[in-house]
Structure formats: structure tokens, C-alpha cells
């Protein structure tokens, strides 16, 4: 998960286990076989200066999630269907590959968000289209709003030339 408005100084013990609390008790809601979830690797995201956090989900009494379960738990987050403790703000999600080690006791779901390269490069394209765009549309507004008044002023000059024409 990836906090916008959070920082690293922002994240301390209280808030750490408010966060698993409310993610496991959301997920098992949501008729998720969900035995526990554990946060780790709370960084800051230097770019961006936002709070980027690991998060690990563990089924309950099975060796790993099916693929339906796994969609949920990425349509959930990936849909800001669960909201995070109000401290740490909205968030962005992108889920990771699942990792699952056959014969193994532990089974991992381990779901990171952050913004690549790639994904800074179209924000960046994209907010400079829209400047360009804003830009050309106030001037237009500012050249239909000079022609109108050149419009109103021919106008009240055509209608002073007429009062004063008697022949």
C-alpha cells in the first residue's frame, strides 16, 4: 500500500497495529479465509515523499489462496473499498506476485504498492497536456470575449454616428 499523505515519522507502533487490525478484520469480512496480515518494510517513497508499506496476507487452514480469493483482495484495495485508519490517508494499491512455496507450512501473499518510472513518466505527460490544454483554452476565452467587445463597441459608435446625422 502506498499513502499518500503519510510519512514514515507518521508510523509508529499504535498506528502499525491499527492498520493490521482493521486490514484483517476487513478482509475476513469480506468471507476471505484470511488467518492473519502482516506489515513490513515501511519506507518512505523518496520521489514522492510518501509512506510505501508491504503488506503479507496468510490463509487460514489451507496452503494457499485461490485465484478468485486473490482477485477480491485486489479489486477490494485496488478499488479503495477498504479505507485505512484516518491518519494515514488515502493509498494506492498494486498487488505483487503471489508467492507460494509448495511442501512449505508458511504460504505468502505479499502485495506491494509503489509508482514506477514509467508510471511517474505518464503522470508527468499527462499533467503537462492538461496545463497546454488549460493555456489554450483561456486564450481562446480571452479572444472571444476582446471580439465581442470590439463587437459592442462598432455598435454603440455606429449608433452615435446615426444621432448626429440629421441629413
Known amino acids: ?3 499518500l499523505h503519510a510519512s514514515l515519522s507518521e508510523v509508529n507502533n499504535s498506528t502499525k497495529n ?8 476487513y478482509l475476513k469480512s ?13 519506507t518512505t517513497y523518496v520521489s514522492f515523499q510518501n509512506l510505501k508499506v508491504d503488506i503479507f496476507v496468510f490463509p487460514l487452514g489451507k ?6 480469493e486473490l482477485d477480491v483482495v485486489s479489486f477490494d484495495l485496488g478499488k479503495e473499498l477498504y ?13 505483487d506476485m503471489y508467492i507460494y512455496f509448495h511442501g512449505a507450512s508458511l504460504v505468502v501473499c505479499f502485495v506491494t504498492v509503489m509508482i514506477f518510472e514509467t ?9 503537462s497536456g492538461c496545463a497546454a490544454l488549460l493555456m489554450f483554452l483561456t486564450a481562446a476565452i480571452v479572444y472571444v470575449l476582446r471580439k465581442k467587445v470590439i463587437v459592442v ?4 459608435e455606429h449608433n452615435a454616428e446615426r444621432a448626429f446625422n440629421w441629413i
Open 63 to 68: 496452503e494457499n489462496f485461490t485465484q478468485q
Open 83 to 95: 479505507k485505512a485508519p484516518a491518519i494515514l490517508g488515502s493509498y494506492y494499491f498494486m498487488s
Open 1 to 3: 500500500m502506498y499513502f
Open 18 to 25: 491499527l492498520l493490521i487490525q482493521r486490514l484483517t478484520a
Open 153 to 156: 463597441r462598432e455598435a454603440r
Open 30 to 42: 469480506s468471507n476471505l479465509h484470511v488467518e492473519s496480515v502482516s506489515i513490513r518494510n515501511a
Open 119 to 127: 508510471d511517474a513518466m505518464i503522470i508527468k505527460a499527462v499533467s
